[in-house]
């Protein structure tokens, strides 16, 4: 149901670092807005040194964009924010000075998956349940 | 006036593939959302496979993420994701489970298309006019 | 804080315009949003032409998507966007009919940064104060 995008600098994350981050991602979504794993996305937007900046200067910042319905509760979305970005740090060695994660959402009747419309936040099992029907 | 990004693995969608569900996504909103056709963007942003995970292990998932005005009303918003979502399946060939569609929106008085700001949903007529004079 | 991802076909921005248009886009976001100018992130994605659609044909628009904290006034976002498309035609001498610029949102609270949420509009020197010390 979630779409994260990571962009980051060509050659900064090794493939072992997006491996562990995009299962770290995974696995916090998962626990915290209690979404199947199966069900988060997440996709690396690498880009040249020469297309990213920081204060008008070039950076190397790891920027997380996160998509998930709306109505989960504000506190649980900001938990949801510190724990994705202390591991993106931790994972890739990035100082968490330089990590910057933001979450968008739009309500679940604006999204379709698997051709369905998706479920809101709490009706997730019933959702899960039809579909296999 | 709305923007397409269809985020897919490299050579997972052939050029008339592109061209096709282009086409079907400009369509589609044109019809549902009441904007000339001539003012739809649609960008595909291929992705190396490796870029790609899907619970946490390599997947090749279609995802269409678009921006429209906020205002119209949800009903609309469901249907248009609806169809945009049983196009790309059909146009793709893609299977419905792997293909996801996420419509956001923020308020037409944030957004600036042809140096004017975007009118509300149900303004368009006067808005396209007054840019013809 | 704020996160800006301008799209273009691949070539049509020489470098020293992506400077030029980085630098404007951070002027005019500190300016306007109260955001110290160190604290702006702007990525350009290249995309190849065949992968870049007008009204189902292919386009050179110059798409810019900016994302900021929810809560600044809509008379202050408006501004952003107009005066950001405004430099953005000027900077690349791309005809302002075929550029476009959208402000999106969430809460503060649902965004990290340097380990951090954000504050909210308005609470910006207390969170920079807090993190000097």
Tied chains: 1, 2, 3.
Excluded at 91 to 114: C, K, W, Y
């Amino acid at each position: 149901m979630p779409i994260y995008t990571c962009t980051c600098v060509q050659g900064s994350l090794p493939s072992d670092v997006k491996d562990g981050l995009a299962a770290e991602i995974t696995r916090i979504h998962a626990d915290v807005n209690g979404v199947p794993p199966d069900y988060v996305n997440v996709v690396f937007t690498e880009t040249p040194q020469e297309n990213v900046y920081v204060g008008g200067r070039p950076g190397t910042p790891l920027l997380i964009n996160g998509w998930a319905r709306r109505g989960h509760p504000q506190d649980s979305t900001t938990r949801l924010a510190l724990a994705i970005a202390e591991a993106a740090s931790r994972v890739s060695g990035i100082p968490r000075e330089h990590v910057m994660v933001v979450i968008l959402d739009s309500p679940a009747r604006s999204a379709v998956e698997a051709g369905r419309v998706l479920p809101d936040p709490g009706q997730e099992a019933e959702w899960l349940a039809a579909g296999r029907s």
